[in-house]
């Protein structure tokens, strides 16, 4: 299995909070009444992007110094390795995380550093890809541009816009992801999944290879024969869908038309711990919704491995295991 998209802070256990807080000097009561109340805020409270989005403050918070970011990434990557991945790309906001005067270097750095370690442990490959983030002004979020071409295949393997898209309009951003394409960074986008359509259009009209969610792509037959021809892949994250009300139900997720239209669909959590999901779960989920044939299951598995942001031979090396892992099923 593989996660395309899976952000960092909504991604921490319980676990990894408490030993957050407690490095953090935070009382445990405030991460054990967070935990005590999310799941029943999210399916019960939630009503749109705007309102998940407030269940990340507490674990950026907790992610204000390079320890804490380089222990949650460590931590995270070797969850993901035991759940069965073969490869992810995790990302997340370095601009969100410098209120102890971090830098974006320095919060990237602290990043790659848990990225490494959980590599020489767990031997699984992964990269980090950076958000700017809509709302923040043109100079931070070109900055996050700038760390990115810096790390670029050095762990870190692309960029990506993330926030509100009906607050903030997609189109607005085109500056800044002028900088990514002139260095030839890889960028994914959230769009389609609070706004319609139309933001779909706009991240591909700046350099979009990926879409974040997607799942507006259903309206406009046109955008669908579009993503079908250029192979520009939708990151679905279905249970998230549902918990953001991108969707109504989870039996509402487009999964079918899209694969029948020969869109490059793929399946990821989005975050593991706000919307209580693994990667594992989520097929099971799928299998149980639509009948999905082994074809199918396949295809799914195969889309993830043709889209991520690597080169050819690293690729063909994620096929073989892929490929070997399926063979013993």
């Known amino acids: 299995m593989i996660d395309l998209h899976i952000h960092l802070d909504g991604s921490l256990s319980k676990e990894d909070l408490l030993y957050l807080a407690k490095i953090n000097?935070?009382?445990?009561?405030?991460?054990?009444?967070?935990?005590?109340?999310?799941?029943?805020?999210?399916?019960?409270?939630?009503?749109?992007?705007?309102?998940?989005l407030s269940y990340f403050d507490l674990p950026v918070k907790l992610l204000q110094?390079?320890?804490?970011?380089?222990?949650?990434?460590?931590?995270?990557?070797?969850?993901?390795?035991?759940?069965?991945?073969i490869y992810a790309e995790v990302r997340f906001a370095p601009c969100l995380h410098l209120e102890?005067?971090?830098?974006?270097?320095?919060?990237?750095?602290?990043?790659?550093?848990?990225?490494?370690?959980?590599k020489n442990?767990?031997?699984?490959?992964?990269?980090?890809?950076l958000c700017c983030m809509r709302g923040k002004d043109e100079a931070t979020n070109l900055e996050t541009i700038k760390v990115a071409k810096e790390?670029?295949?050095?762990?870190?393997?692309?960029?990506?816009?993330?926030?509100?898209e009906k607050e903030y309009k997609t189109e607005e951003y085109k500056n800044v992801f002028r900088l990514a394409n002139e260095n030839n960074i890889p960028i994914t986008i959230h769009a389609g999944e609070d706004d319609n359509y139309k933001s779909i259009w706009e991240a591909i009209r700046i350099g979009a290879?990926?879409?974040?969610?997607?799942?507006a792509s259903i309206e406009d037959p046109m955008l669908m024969e579009f993503l079908s021809q250029t192979k520009i892949a939708l990151e679905l994250c279905p249970t998230s869908?549902?918990?953001?009300?991108?969707?109504?139900?989870?039996?509402?997720?487009?999964?079918?038309?899209?694969?029948?239209?020969?869109?490059?669909?793929?399946?990821?959590?989005?975050?593991?711990?706000?919307?209580?999901?693994?990667?594992?779960?989520?097929?099971?989920?799928?299998?149980?919704?639509?009948?999905?044939?082994?074809?199918?299951?396949?295809?799914?598995?195969?889309?993830?491995?043709?889209?991520?942001?690597?080169?050819?031979?690293?690729?063909d090396y994620l096929t073989?295991?892929?490929?070997e892992k399926f063979s013993q099923k």
Do not use: W
């Open 241 to 315: 869908e549902v918990d953001t009300h991108a969707i109504n139900a989870y039996k509402d997720l487009p999964i079918k038309e899209f694969l029948k239209k020969g869109i490059m669909v793929t399946i990821n959590t989005d975050d593991m711990a706000i919307s209580n999901i693994t990667l594992k779960e989520e097929f099971k989920k799928l299998q149980e919704c639509f009948s999905l044939s082994e074809e199918e299951i396949t295809k799914l598995f195969k889309n993830s491995i043709e889209s991520a942001f690597l080169d050819n031979d690293q690729k």
């Open 25 to 52: 000097h935070l009382e445990e009561k405030i991460v054990l009444e967070y935990e005590q109340h999310l799941q029943i805020d999210i399916k019960n409270k939630c009503r749109c992007l705007s309102d998940y």
């Open 100 to 118: 102890n005067n971090l830098t974006q270097t320095q919060a990237v750095k602290a990043v790659l550093k848990g990225l490494e370690m959980a």
């Open 65 to 85: 110094n390079a320890s804490s970011l380089t222990y949650a990434t460590y931590s995270l990557f070797k969850r993901l390795s035991k759940q069965g991945l």
């Open 121 to 129: 442990e767990t031997l699984m490959p992964g990269q980090i890809i």
């Open 320 to 323: 073989n295991i892929f490929q």
């Open 209 to 215: 290879r990926r879409i974040g969610h997607g799942v």
């Open 151 to 164: 790390f670029y295949k050095k762990g870190v393997c692309g960029v990506d816009l993330a926030g509100s």
